[in-house]
């Protein structure tokens, strides 16, 4: 069946430093997939969709890459701040709609 | 504009009672989701609709929930019976179209089934 996994475990990082978080998927080739913020309490909120055909994206302090090869998605977060602190989800919006379970991010001072 | 709306925000009930929930897309989205979040894990998908039809309720377990779309707008989400194991978050979202298209989800029901 199509899954889609990332890092169960949370990631603790210093403020400045680049966060990197992973969306592996398997048993499927998703014509895209998404990113999402969420914060406690709160639905998630979209940040960046990337499309099979594209090998980067940016927006701002983010940016994802789509690894076809390796069925990889890497979210990375530049120069993070305790502000980024949130759990986030990758997601695939083609064909069966999966999210991941989810990346908790915690950024220190 | 007006983001996508849902109540209750939060909601107790006992075990073998029936709750509903209510959602109201953003104005013009023909698709709209309901997932159901369990603490700790990613929303899983319980129904999709596009316009008031059915596209996807594969995951939807229709001995006790149910759910229908009013003329292509508002949702509602009904469990009866609620069990324990139904004690979760409810998440509706909407997007403008099927796939490849930002979906904007509410701040969710959060359901206490005792």
């Known amino acids: 069946s199509q899954k889609i996994e990332q890092n169960s475990e949370a990631l603790n990082i210093q403020e400045g430093k680049t966060a990197t978080l992973t969306c592996n998927y398997t048993?499927?080739?998703?014509?895209?997939l998404q990113w999402y913020r969420q914060d406690p309490g709160r639905g998630p909120v979209f940040l960046l969709l990337?499309?099979?055909?594209?090998k980067e994206k940016r927006k701002e302090r983010l940016k994802v890459t789509f690894d076809t090869t390796l069925k990889q998605s890497l979210f990375h977060i530049t120069a993070s701040q305790p502000a980024d602190s949130a759990t986030y989800l990758c997601?695939?919006?083609?064909?069966?709609?999966?999210f991941g379970q989810g990346t908790e991010l915690s950024v220190k001072p | 504009e007006a983001g996508v709306a849902q109540s209750p925000r939060y909601k107790i009930i006992e075990k073998r009672q029936s709750v509903a929930f209510w959602c109201n897309p953003i104005?013009?989205?023909?698709?709209l989701y309901w997932y159901q979040q369990i603490l700790g894990q990613g929303p899983k998908l319980l129904i999709q609709?596009?316009?008031?039809?059915?596209?996807?309720d594969s995951q939807l377990p229709k001995d006790r929930f149910s759910a229908e779309r009013l003329k292509g707008v508002d949702s509602t989400l009904k469990i009866q019976p609620a069990k324990l194991e139904d004690s979760a978050v409810y998440l509706c979202?909407?997007?403008?179209?099927?796939?490849?298209?930002?979906?904007?989800f509410g701040q969710g029901t959060r359901l206490t089934v005792v």
């Open positions: 979202a909407s997007s403008q179209f099927t796939g490849g298209t930002e979906a904007f």
């Open positions: 048993n499927y080739s998703p014509a895209y």
């Open positions: 990337i499309r099979e055909n594209e």
């Open positions: 997601y695939n919006q083609g064909g069966k709609l999966i």
């Open positions: 104005s013009g989205h023909a698709t």
């Open positions: 609709f596009q316009n008031n039809g059915v596209v996807d």
